[in-house]
């Protein structure tokens, strides 16, 4: 049974960093890539680049909660909540 999680191509679960801007602050983020693909889906449906979305995901948070903590586990946990749903 494991060999369905443990067969997956070791570079899908490698780190990758990428640097964007937030409000012209240059940051960088580093995710899995198999998130950075599922991010830049779920960018695609919205008809925004990558960074548009991360940026607006970033400013919802900080709507919401007043600060945004552990943003790349958001990021994880929005990925997965987006494919739940689809």
Known sequence: ???????VD????????RSLRLHGHVTSLSLENRFWTILEEMAL???????Q???RLYDECLQRRGEVVN???LLRVAC???????
Not at 1 to 7: E, L, P, Q, R
Not at 10 to 17: D, G, L, P, S
């Open 1 to 7: 049974m494991c060999d369905i999680y443990t067969g």
């Open 10 to 17: 070791e570079a899908v679960y490698r780190k990758t960093a």
């Open 45 to 51: 449906r919205e008809g925004v680049s990558i960074g």
């Open 53 to 55: 979305f991360i940026t």
């Open 71 to 73: 943003f790349t586990s």
């Open 80 to 86: 997965t909540t987006y494919l739940l749903r689809r």
